[in-house]
């Protein structure tokens, strides 16, 4: 594959930005030249910001799976496209070649084939991190059916309603998944998902724990014998070949469900060219990925971060890509660092709440482990304080390894700001400058570009995105409209992220976090009003209001104030009925740090909350709390100050 769009300098960044904006269409067209087509396209780009509708490189025809894999057969068959760590550092690791790929990836679009998936249709997955995992998401791309990965923490009660939303025909589950020293029983989850649910054909059951299930007579079915079965028909004379469906560009790849504002997840839709192009330019420019390098993303397959940079991204390049079966702190917290040794791992990439909670573990666990096979350290999912970006930097990285500060979301489908490492400049909790084809643009409340600097020299405002890159979300599955007010009508004419930034003199932007409803905990997007919703659903609840707070490890906590019905003598057991509630209805992660019982909420005379105040209590900070004359009740307030936690 040609490397003609690698950026080796600051000034080729620099060049390839200008170039991207002053003509878009030659310069993507020029890096479309790098994939396998099986027709090219006759546009490169149509779009507008009003409906939205965004094409890419439409009426091209390809099919992502050739480009992840069949074109680096000849060249790299043997080489390792997954290398897989367990839950258990004793277990044995397995090793998936590129060929090895293939023949499953084939095997397993077999599969879906002989049980009835056609393209367009929706495929459930909702698996532990093993590589079964990519087989299936892989095969569904393969045949053009649209998966829908959710992460093994959620719920029955979310996965029904993703099945629902998605109208899902076809689930790829596991017997269960090994996390740590729990044992997470999926399918019996599935299976609560299912009661009540008209729209699941088939579902296909992978074995890892050997965790007792329930399979019923003409849904379930396993997928060691599906496996076996379809191996007979994809491989003639040790030729493996499961013609992959052509695609047009634009086609639908993937659905992943992600919290808003709103109380209801929405189905991010991603296309097949340009959220292939977009993982891999990035994949490439932002690690500068050399061949033979082993690239670490410690994320879950769940999360967009698992889809673009354990899957997408590197494959395309032709890269071996580390998968982690299990949690950082298991079976103690040099878990990471003794893969890094054990895999020689050339590049990390990691989440800032991870770093922050292996600091609390000391450097003990750090010792007499061999680092220096690292090269380049990587961050995502949120703001990195700077205490944590240097004991990444020194402690990890040793000094002697760029860190590149990632900012992007679920719906920009890769990187979107950030260094890229060792040829861009750093700086500290920094994402600094945009990709190539990145436009970001700050403004006030009232959509006015930010043009006057505070008393620290900076640009302070909303972060937008002025014009299409090529990964942008399309829509939100089923529902374009919401897609729309969701992203395009706050600001009409720009992309709103629903995070705020700052921008220095050189241009650099520093993400502050978000600026609307949506708490980041964990690195994990959790809607405030969905957790509202799912403890609002405990009978002995009568209103809450949630709002995050600082909290050292995860970034933010979630604070709930909540009213009750006052018919329970023990707060301590309601906590614990509330967070039970949380756990069925959306899933652990949910779950509130802290649970404050309140006789009111500081709401205005129209019935709004004013969670300004919620918040201020929240951070522990009692006074100025700012204007409380327009509330309904300004004494609430003095009450819900004294119970503060
Ligand atoms: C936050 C994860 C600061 C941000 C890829 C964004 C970040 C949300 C960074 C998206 C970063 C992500 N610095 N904040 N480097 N990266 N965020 O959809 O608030 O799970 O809007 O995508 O994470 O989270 P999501």
């Given at each position: 594959m040609s490397q003609s769009y690698r950026i080796n300098s600051f000034d080729e960044y620099k060049e390839a930005y200008q170039k991207s904006i002053d003509n878009p269409e030659q310069f993507w067209g020029e890096i479309a030249e790098n994939f396998t087509w099986r027709k090219k396209w006759d546009k490169v780009l149509e779009w507008n910001f009003t409906e939205p509708k965004v094409e890419w490189f439409k009426g091209g025809k390809l099919n992502i799976t050739e480009n992840c894999i069949d074109r680096h057969l000849e060249t790299m068959g043997e080489k390792p496209a997954f290398i897989w760590e367990p839950n258990h550092p004793e277990e044995r690791v397995r090793v998936v070649t590129y060929n090895r790929l293939h023949k499953r990836v084939c095997q397993f679009a077999q599969v879906l084939k002989n049980n009835g998936v056609k393209k367009g249709d929706r495929v459930c997955i909702y698996m532990g991190m093993v590589p079964e995992l990519t087989y299936a998401v892989l095969g569904c791309a393969r045949i053009g059916a649209i998966h829908s990965v959710i992460f093994g923490g959620f719920s029955a009660q979310s996965i029904a309603d993703r099945l629902d939303d998605a109208q899902a025909e076809f689930i790829v589950t596991c017997d269960g998944a090994f996390r740590g020293d729990k044992v997470i029983p999926l399918k019996s989850v599935i299976d609560d998902a299912l009661i009540g649910n008209k729209t699941i054909k088939k579902v296909i059951v992978y074995t890892r724990t050997r965790t007792p299930v329930s399979m019923i007579k003409g849904r379930d079915v396993w997928w060691e014998d599906e496996m076996e079965f379809a191996e007979h028909q994809v491989e003639k004379d040790g030729v493996v070949s499961f013609p992959a469906e052509e695609m047009d560009a634009e086609d639908p790849l993937f659905i992943l469900y992600t919290s808003g504002s709103t109380g209801k997840p929405k189905g991010v839709v991603h296309s097949s060219a340009g959220y292939m192009l977009w993982t891999n330019y990035t994949f490439n420019n932002v690690f500068q990925y050399k061949q033979g390098q082993v690239h670490f993303c410690t994320a879950d397959i769940g999360w967009i971060t698992g889809h673009s940079y354990i899957v997408y991204g590197p494959l395309s390049a032709g890269a071996t890509s580390l998968m982690f079966e299990g949690i950082p702190t298991y079976p103690d917290a040099g878990r990471f660092w003794d893969i890094v040794q054990k895999h020689k791992v050339n590049i990390l990439y990691t989440a800032p709440t991870a770093i922050r909670s292996l600091m609390g573990f000391g450097l003990a666990p750090l010792q007499g482990k061999d680092l220096s096979s690292l090269q380049v350290l990587g961050t995502v999912g949120e703001p990195i304080n700077e205490e944590a970006w240097h004991w990444y930097n020194e402690n990890v990285g040793k000094k002697n390894c760029p860190i590149v500060d990632t900012w992007w979301q679920t719906e920009t489908?890769?990187?979107?700001i950030s260094n890229m490492a060792g040829v861009t400049p750093a700086k500290p909790s920094w994402a600094t400058l945009p990709m190539p084809g990145v436009q970001p643009i700050l403004v006030d409340d009232k959509g006015y570009e930010v043009t006057e600097k505070d008393e620290n020299g900076m640009l302070k405002g909303n972060l937008c995105i002025k014009a299409p890159w090529?990964?942008?979300?399309?829509?939100?599955y089923g529902d374009h409209e919401r897609c729309r007010t969701n992203y395009f009508a706050t600001y009409p004419g720009l992309y709103f992220t629903g995070d705020g930034a700052i921008k220095d003199e050189n241009g650099f932007y520093r993400i502050t976090g978000?600026?609307?409803?949506v708490l980041n905990v964990s690195g994990h997007r959790i809607g405030t009003a969905e957790v509202e919703n799912a403890i609002n659903m405990h009978a002995g609840v009568v209103e809450s209001a949630v709002v995050g707070y600082p909290h050292d490890v995860k970034g933010q906590g979630i604070y709930a104030f909540v009213i009750d019905n006052n018919t329970h003598s023990d707060d301590e057991l309601t906590r614990k009925d509330i967070l039970q509630t949380v756990t069925r209805i959306i899933g652990p992660i949910a779950k509130p740090d802290k649970i404050q019982f309140v006789k009111g909420l500081p709401k205005t005379r129209s019935g709004k909350i004013m969670r300004r105040i919620l918040r201020k209590i929240a951070e522990g900070e009692l006074e100025n709390l700012g204007d409380i004359t327009t509330l309904l009740d300004p004494n609430v307030v003095e009450d819900i100050k004294n119970g503060a936690l």
């Open positions: 489908g890769a990187c979107m090529p990964a942008i979300l399309r829509t939100t978000r600026v609307d409803d």
